[in-house]
């Protein structure tokens, strides 16, 4: 257990607690960011830096569970009553029960070890440079094993996957993992640049070779030299640039528009499309040749449908990803938003998932997100022969809510009633959804 406070806290009421003793909000960002402790304890709101720079310190670091305690008549003023309304998990005002106090951060700390999240998962993380690729499926490992074998050689990569399924995420995976790391990584999506200038924004041009070119310019692939260049949609690629990029890939040289001169490059060429190009060769819509040039090494990108074991982590890392956008009382996904995100179908792959997680963090309305804050329907109800199991939970439901109005809200003591310890309780309040 570990507990922050600004100014201090009385060693005879946390004598068994980890504590740092930090005197300022900068200095608690700084341990903060040093270090991971899942609750604090404020001694006095707003602090000597002033309401602003508690506002700006909670907003940073509100993954924490904040406990305050305030003098008399604090909460008399609206701006410390808006901070703590929004940012406390729970107050005391002096003079302060020690015993009350103890209780409040055992409380605080069981609700952070629920909401604890791996900030990586085990599996990625076994595998140094490809973190970013969050997820333990069967799937997402098998495009992690692929990305490290083709890594390391330099033959062109042809990588396929659904419109947002995180093929730019994966060429970026493969440069970081590969011999190039330390030189360029340079993403070019064909289909975003106007087709009268693309073949200028590739391979550059001579000076005086058009209107308007004053002086040489150096093409986006021969910026790449050492490092890798990614050409993104490259089905979208006009197909008489095609036959200019094949030359290139055969060779290795370029020539810029209005040059005679060729240029070696030295770069690694990794192609992404979400179209099929073989069917595309078919259609004659992309040449034959440059496809076999650039499908040396296929690297297939899973569809986020085939990641269902991933959601629940991937929902959550974005979370944290976007915290600083999110509104103040919005604190994570609630057990129905988590069951609803593993029955969607996302097809609209993981930027989909990015997009309707940061849409529920800015206009949830609740503390946990639902199914509507994300756009979602409701989870489907269970198929028949269910009647028993939801009968004994609703009964275990209501036997927990009766508990703790008995105990005045108080988890030790309705843990005792139940019969339970009290992480067995903070597991079924979170199992339930019931807030304390």
Same mark, same amino acid.
């Given at each position: 257990?570990?507990?922050?406070?600004?100014?201090?806290?009385?060693?005879?009421?946390?004598?068994?607690?980890?504590?740092?003793?930090?005197?300022?909000?900068?200095?608690?960002?700084?341990?903060?960011?040093?270090?991971?402790?899942?609750?604090?304890?404020?001694?006095?709101?707003?602090?000597?830096?002033?309401?602003?720079?508690?506002?700006?310190?909670?907003?940073?670091?509100?993954?924490?569970?904040?406990?305050?305690?305030?003098?008399?008549?604090?909460?008399?003023?609206?701006?410390?009553?808006?901070?703590?309304?929004?940012?406390?998990?729970?107050?005391?005002?002096?003079?302060?029960?020690?015993?009350?106090?103890?209780? +409040?951060?055992?409380?605080?700390?069981?609700?952070?070890?629920?909401?604890?999240?791996?900030?990586?998962?085990?599996?990625?993380?076994?595998?140094?440079?490809?973190?970013?690729?969050?997820?333990?499926? +069967?799937?997402?490992?098998?495009?992690?094993?692929?990305?490290?074998?083709?890594?390391?050689?330099?033959?062109?990569?042809?990588?396929?996957?659904?419109?947002?399924?995180?093929?730019?995420?994966?060429?970026?995976?493969?440069?970081?993992?590969?011999?190039?790391?330390?030189?360029?990584?340079?993403?070019?999506?064909?289909?975003?640049?106007?087709?009268?200038?693309?073949?200028?924004? /590739?391979?550059?041009?001579?000076?005086?070779?058009? +209107?308007?070119? @004053?002086?040489?310019?150096?093409?986006?692939?021969?910026?790449?030299?050492?490092?890798?260049?990614?050409?993104?949609?490259?089905?979208?690629?006009?197909?008489? /640039?095609?036959?200019?990029?094949? &030359?290139?890939?055969?060779? #290795?040289?370029?020539?810029?528009?209005?040059?005679? &001169?060729?240029?070696?490059?030295?770069?690694?060429?990794?192609?992404?499309?979400?179209?099929?190009?073989?069917?595309?060769?078919?259609?004659?819509?992309?040449?034959?040749?440059?496809?076999?040039?650039?499908?040396?090494?296929?690297?297939?990108?899973?569809?986020?449908?085939?990641?269902?074991?991933?959601?629940?982590?991937?929902?959550?890392?974005?979370?944290?990803?976007?915290?600083?956008?999110?509104?103040?009382?919005? #604190?994570?996904?609630?057990?129905?938003?988590?069951?609803?995100?593993?029955?969607?179908?996302?097809?609209?792959?993981?930027?989909?998932?990015?997009?309707?997680?940061?849409?529920?963090?800015?206009?949830?309305?609740?503390?946990?997100?639902?199914?509507?804050?994300?756009?979602?329907?409701?989870?489907?109800?269970?198929?028949?022969?269910?009647?028993?199991? @939801?009968?004994?939970?609703?009964?275990?439901?209501?036997?927990?809510?009766?508990?703790?109005?008995?105990?005045?809200?108080?988890?030790?003591? @309705?843990? &005792?009633?139940?019969?339970?310890?009290?992480?067995?309780?903070?597991? /079924?309040?979170?199992?339930?959804?019931?807030?304390?």
């Amino acid at each position: 257990m570990a507990v922050l406070g600004p100014l201090g806290v009385p060693g005879a009421a946390c004598a068994e607690w980890d504590i740092r003793h930090v005197a300022s909000w900068r200095e608690a960002s700084r341990v903060l960011c040093a270090r991971s402790y899942p609750v604090g304890l404020v001694l006095d709101l707003p602090g000597a830096e002033g309401f602003d720079a508690a506002e700006r310190f909670f907003r940073q670091h509100w993954n924490v569970q904040w406990v305050g305690v305030l003098a008399q008549g604090a909460l008399d003023s609206s701006p410390c009553r808006a901070l703590v309304a929004t940012w406390l998990a729970d107050f005391h005002t002096r003079p302060v029960d020690q015993q009350r106090l103890l209780h +409040t951060l055992g409380h605080a700390h069981g609700l952070a070890l629920l909401r604890a999240q791996p900030t990586v998962s085990a599996a990625s993380a076994a595998t140094p440079g490809l973190s970013a690729l969050t997820g333990d499926s +069967t799937a997402i490992a098998r495009l992690r094993a692929q990305i490290v074998k083709v890594a390391q050689c330099d033959a062109p990569v042809l990588i396929w996957g659904e419109s947002g399924s995180g093929k730019e995420l994966t060429a970026q995976a493969i440069h970081n993992h590969s011999p190039r790391a330390g030189g360029p990584f340079v993403p070019i999506n064909c289909g975003a640049i106007p087709p009268a200038l693309i073949q200028s924004e /590739l391979f550059g041009h001579a000076r005086g070779s058009f +209107t308007g070119a @004053a002086r040489d310019k150096v093409g986006l692939i021969e910026s790449a030299a050492g490092g890798t260049v990614l050409l993104d949609e490259i089905a979208d690629l006009p197909k008489d /640039l095609q036959s200019n990029l094949l &030359r290139f890939l055969q060779e #290795k040289t370029i020539y810029r528009i209005g040059s005679t &001169r060729s240029i070696a490059v030295d770069v690694r060429v990794i192609a992404a499309s979400h179209v099929n190009l073989q069917q595309a060769v078919a259609d004659g819509l992309f040449r034959e040749d440059l496809y076999y040039r650039l499908n040396v090494l296929p690297v297939d990108v899973p569809p986020l449908r085939e990641r269902r074991d991933d959601l629940d982590m991937l929902a959550q890392h974005f979370f944290r990803i976007f915290a600083t956008e999110k509104a103040p009382h919005v #604190k994570g996904f609630g057990n129905d938003a988590l069951r609803a995100i593993r029955e969607h179908d996302w097809p609209g792959n993981v930027r989909e998932l990015i997009n309707r997680t940061r849409r529920a963090m800015v206009l949830g309305e609740g503390r946990l997100i639902v199914p509507h804050d994300l756009g979602l329907a409701p989870c489907r109800p269970a198929a028949g022969g269910t009647g028993l199991d @939801a009968s004994r939970i609703d009964a275990e439901r209501a036997a927990i809510g009766a508990s703790l109005e008995r105990a005045g809200r108080n988890i030790t003591h @309705a843990a &005792r009633d139940l019969g339970v310890s009290r992480m067995t309780l903070y597991r /079924l309040l979170a199992k339930h959804g019931i807030q304390t």
